[in-house]
């Protein structure tokens, strides 16, 4: 069996299978819910909503596949990255349109996400550098002590709909190479990139069982959260999800990294490269349709940077180019389903009933598209820190504008945010750096840049509400989290 089957006569639309124990395999449950390409709406396959039993099923391969895959050397685990990372780059092109067709964003942008999963990978194939402990021949007369590297068992990933290649990524390739199973559930929203990237890793000679896919919702979260042979939980997305999932995870005995929401301030300073900044700006606010959790939200300008700076957002905003992410030129692809269209078409009205100024209205762009879940580039002026348009995430093409007379008072507004995982400073003067580096309270900064995502050696280190646990994702963070360490002390 491949990795869906056509299970309706009406339709030549395949539902998805799971993958468990080597095996592509249909789920028990019988529920199955649509799979929408958001630019058009067509309806791209069924995803089936597996029940715990699918679950458990996977767990128990995953268990089984442990036993020889934690065993198998290191540097042979690490030749299956090898071949993995090179299937990927073969199929780069088939890759970003997929992410394209089920998550709506431009292909440009699809095609950056396929390599950084790529860099992922190329990152685990590095597990025998990444595997090794450490070593001291003499604490005391005759004695001495070594650290050794283990991998912690079955591991369990629950993903976004966001970014369907990197956050996988981010995630089974490290925890593969460290000598773990791995058990994920994509997205239900954008499934049909992972079962592909199953299919590579088999293809790349990874054993049965290492890599199980459980395509489903809360009822699968819950499964991993609660089965006793899962050791650890990687979980990405929204706040409310990620606190649950790391409370429930860690009081069941679990690790638990848990990355979750943002709300991202980008502070102008008035010496700052005004054209340059706008560009960065435009791209980290409006580009993907603003569902990144590093996007821009809220542009602080400080003193009398506002007024040009405001009015080339506009120009650049205006300039910008709505449409299917698979056709040449466009920028700006749809948000992911008409239920986070509508929500955010209520965002919009509420900033304008709690009196900030509407400047560029994206309800028109949304108006105006006949298929597709659309949202126009919108631009609020004059937010204060009471409206909900700026404590909420909003999680698409909506930029909000403040106001601050210096640097202390711009990081003093940004600082109230209850997220912390990006932050950025446009500026030529060092002094603000560095002062904006020692005082705002957020894990990844950009200077001069709009989205600062570290690559896949670094951590991926979001503060405060917007992450829970404490090694973070990615880097020598990921190692640590999916390994455990053992201490021998030796006399001769
Ligand atoms: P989401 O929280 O709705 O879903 C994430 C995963 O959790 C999905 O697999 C989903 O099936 C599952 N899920 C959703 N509700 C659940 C519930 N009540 N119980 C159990 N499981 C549940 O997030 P999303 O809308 O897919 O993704 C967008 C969010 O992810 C944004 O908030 C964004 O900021 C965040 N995100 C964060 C990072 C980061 O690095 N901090 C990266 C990417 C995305």
């Known amino acids: 069996m491949t990795n869906s089957t056509n299970t309706n006569t009406n339709t030549s639309v395949q539902t998805l ?87 709506g964003k431009s292909y440009t942008e699809a095609h950056g996400e396929v390599l950084r999963g790529i860099e992922c990978v190329e990152f685990a194939a590095g597990a025998p550098n990444l595997m090794m402990g450490k070593q001291l021949p003499d604490i005391a007369s005759n004695l001495e002590s070594g650290m050794y590297r283990y991998p912690i ?17 981010w995630m089974f390739p490290l925890a593969i190479a460290c000598g773990n199973a791995f058990v994920l ?66 009081a069941n005995g679990k690790r638990v990294q848990a990355l979750a929401g943002a709300k991202n301030h980008s502070i102008v300073m008035p010496d700052a490269d005004l054209d340059a900044s706008v ?46 992410g698979l056709e040449d030129g466009v920028f700006l692809g749809p948000v992911i389903r008409d239920s986070h269209k509508q929500r955010t078409l209520g965002y919009i009205e509420s900033g304008e009933q709690e009196g900030a100024t509407l400047l560029r209205d994206g309800r028109k762009d949304a108006a105006a598209s006949e298929n597709g879940y659309f949202v126009g580039p919108t631009i609020f002026d004059n937010v204060s820190c009471e409206m909900k348009i700026w404590k909420d995430e909003i999680f698409a093409p909506v930029l909000s504008i403040m106001r601050a007379a210096s640097l202390d008072e711009a990081i003093e507004i940004a600082n109230q945010s209850t997220f912390a995982n990006g932050a950025c400073l446009f500026t030529k003067d060092g002094s603000n750096v560095r002062q904006f580096r020692e005082t705002i309270d957020a894990g990844m900064l950009g200077i001069n840049l709009g989205v600062p995502a570290p690559m896949a050696f670094f951590p991926f280190s979001g503060w405060k509400e917007s992450f829970y646990g404490d090694l973070h994702a990615n880097g020598t963070d990921g190692v640590e989290f999916y390994t455990r360490k053992k201490m021998v002390t030796a006399r001769w």
């Open 17 to 103: 299978n799971n993958l468990i124990g080597g095996q592509w395999v249909p789920s028990r449950s019988g529920k199955t819910e649509p799979v929408y390409n958001p630019a058009t709406e067509e309806v791209l396959a069924y995803v089936p909503i597996s029940s715990r039993e699918d679950l458990d099923e996977a767990v128990a391969a995953a268990k089984a596949a442990f036993r020889t895959w934690s065993k198998t050397p290191v540097p042979r685990r690490a030749r299956v990255l090898f071949k993995y990372q090179q299937l990927l780059v073969e199929n780069w092109e088939e890759l970003a349109r997929l992410i394209t067709k089920e998550n």
């Open 153 to 169: 068992g079955v591991v369990g990933g629950i993903t976004p709909f966001n970014f369907p290649m990197m956050v996988p990524c």
């Open 185 to 250: 559930k994509p997205s239900e929203r954008t499934p049909l990139l992972a079962a592909r990237l199953a299919e590579l890793f088999e293809e790349a000679g990874l054993p049965a069982g290492v890599l199980s896919i459980v395509h489903g919702a809360h009822d699968v979260v819950n499964g991993l959260l609660e089965n006793k042979d899962v050791a650890a939980i990687s979980f990405v997305g929204s706040q409310p999800v990620a606190e649950y999932v790391y409370k429930t995870g860690t």
């Open 279 to 324: 560009t960065q700006i435009v791209s980290a606010a409006f580009g993907s349709a603003g569902e990144r959790c590093m996007a821009c939200a809220v542009v602080i300008a400080v003193g009398d940077v506002a007024d040009p700076l405001i009015e080339k957002l506009q120009q650049a905003a205006d300039a910008i180019t709505i449409g299917n």
